[in-house]
């Protein structure tokens, strides 16, 4: 059974940075398309950043392009969330998210996509 298990969130000010990551075990990570969604009160979970197994493609929210990158290390079984310049309204529970189907070439940024997910951890960005 894929374990997700997300770390790093936490309490930064407007303009800060915070880095995710995402270790993933019982399965087979290197294969499988990793991505992060965000859910903030009262809002559905949206999508905010995928990258294929072998990290040859990446996808993007517009509302994080330029600020958010996306990044594995196969070897540590890990995935990050590099933020930076964050803002109030990036404020949410994030989660880590792998999609089942190995080896795929495409990123879908639906939540229907993806298969196992972590159990979240929450970013606050005061303003």
């Known amino acids: 059974q894929v374990q997700l298990v997300e770390s790093g969130g936490g309490l930064v000010q407007a303009g800060g940075s915070l880095r995710l990551s995402c270790a993933a075990s019982g399965g087979t990570f290197s294969r499988n398309t990793m991505g992060w969604f965000r859910q903030a009160p009262g809002k559905e979970r949206e999508f905010v950043a995928a990258i294929t197994w072998s990290a040859g493609t990446t996808d993007y929210a517009d509302s994080v392009k330029g600020r958010f990158t996306i990044s594995r290390d196969n070897a540590k079984n890990t995935v990050y969330l590099q933020m930076n310049s964050l803002k109030p309204e990036d404020t949410a529970v994030y989660y880590c998210?792998?999609?089942?189907?190995?080896?795929?070439?495409?990123?879908?940024?639906?939540?229907?996509?993806?298969?196992?997910w972590g159990q979240g951890t929450q970013v606050t960005v005061s303003s």
């Open positions: 998210a792998a999609d089942a189907r190995p080896f795929s070439t495409r990123i879908y940024s639906t939540v229907y996509a993806f298969d196992y």
